[in-house]
């Protein structure tokens, strides 16, 4: 049974929670909902490591992509400040970053996933090489678009982090972990957002429970083809390779400490993700602290595109750093966020005031899919619509 603490009239989200993880089988999850600006799920099930040792209020979880949802929020608060906008060349607050053909690409474009910069491997070519800050952020400057840039949307499951980061310290002038422990994690009071885990909170990680992702890692790309195909959308196995390669996105060398990877590697409470988009599904603030303002938030929530992503192979709804909220429940319109590899994500809705995140151990597959995000955040809707 889950623990923790729930209102009555949002009890379908403790129970959806019992049932994803008792029907996945293995490890555990979190999941916490804002509504009206409070708090009314804080909820855990399950185990965090294969010793069975029980989750508690305080176990992070490493959320590969869903990281990206928070280093979007962190540049949207730069362009709040002033400090830069949507438009502006990135080469403008860059300079190393005007070469091979890279000049006109617009910080709108590095954010919808529409600068051509998705290829991983133009830049490295092993796991440790991810977790190279100075490195990596270099490397980026220095990268050749696949594509004219604009064009079409190809993800950039890992180059994001390092293009976004970049941006934000070279236009605050400060390290990407103290931007975000003084602008979002200190003034909302979050006891669990971080992006390289400090050495004093290692033990509160959460082991990842991995085998049914690895062994879709390791599927025939062939096979993957032909199962899309049957669903009626097309894979591109080259691009997924390029921009998410094997080695990349395996859970064993996937660090969660030291240097921060913006795209994939924070590690979460799920209390302090729905905090976060409580505050953006209430319009940019919650209790009294401004996260953006109203003006930025409706500029960092529009839809940029509807087209079929060619690395995810699906429409995305690409917003600026966030994407498009499906639910059990349906569509969500006023919908955005971010999920990640594995299953976990957090997402606003503001038209219900409503904020969800979920965080599980226990990884689901790439291309078969991942419902359990889908069906907490179902519940979560129907109880909202309801209250």
């Not at 540049?75 to 438009?87: E, K």
């Not at 070519?125 to 064009?151: C, H, I, N, Q």
């Not at 976060?276 to 919650?286: E, I, K, R, V, W």
């Not at 419902?371 to 179902?378: K, P, Q, T």
Request: proline share 5%.
């Amino acid at each position: 049974m889950a623990h923790g603490v729930w209102e009555s009239g949002f009890a379908e989200v403790a129970t959806s929670l019992d049932t994803v993880v008792r029907e996945h089988g293995e490890g555990g999850a979190a999941v916490a909902v804002y509504h009206q600006g409070r708090l009314v799920v804080d909820a855990w099930t399950g185990v965090r490591d294969e010793s069975g040792t029980p989750w508690t209020p305080e176990t992070l979880v490493m959320a590969f992509s869903t990281t990206k949802g928070v280093t979007s929020t962190m540049l949207h608060q730069c362009v709040d400040r002033g400090l830069l906008d949507y438009d502006d060349p990135v080469v403008a607050h860059w300079p190393e970053f005007g070469v091979n053909a890279k000049e006109a690409i617009t910080v709108r474009q590095v954010l919808c996933h529409q600068a051509g910069l998705y290829d991983v491997t133009q830049v490295a070519s092993t796991a440790a090489e991810l977790y190279d800050w100075k490195r990596m952020v270099a490397g980026v400057a220095s990268m050749t678009p696949a594509f004219e840039p604009g064009s079409v949307t190809a993800y950039h499951a890992l180059t994001f982090g390092w293009l976004v980061g970049g941006l934000i310290e070279r236009v605050t002038g400060r390290a990407f972990g103290d931007v975000l422990a003084t602008e979002l994690v200190a003034p909302l009071g979050l006891d669990g957002c971080f992006v390289g885990v400090p050495p004093s909170e290692l033990g509160r990680i959460a082991g990842l429970f991995h085998d049914r992702l690895r062994a879709e890692l390791q599927r025939d790309p062939a096979e993957m083809v032909a199962v899309a195909r049957d669903l009626g959308f097309t894979v591109h196995p080259d691009l997924i390779a390029a921009a998410l390669p094997a080695w990349a996105a395996d859970p064993d060398v996937a660090g969660s400490v030291g240097e921060p990877l913006p795209a994939g590697n924070g590690c979460f409470t799920a209390r302090s993700l729905a905090r976060l988009y409580g505050a953006l599904a209430a319009g940019g603030t919650l209790d009294g602290v401004r996260v953006l303002s109203p003006e930025t938030l409706a500029r960092a929530t529009e839809v940029q595109s509807v087209r079929a992503d060619l690395v995810l192979a699906l429409p995305i709804d690409w917003r600026l750093g966030y994407h498009g909220v499906i639910t059990s429940a349906g569509v969500l319109p006023g919908g955005f966020g971010h999920s990640g590899l594995g299953g976990s994500g957090a997402f606003a809705d503001r038209e219900r005031d409503l904020a969800v995140a979920f965080l599980p151990n226990g990884l689901g597959g790439l291309l078969t899919g991942d419902a359990r995000l889908m069906e907490i955040s179902g519940a979560a809707v129907r109880c909202a619509d309801q209250a």
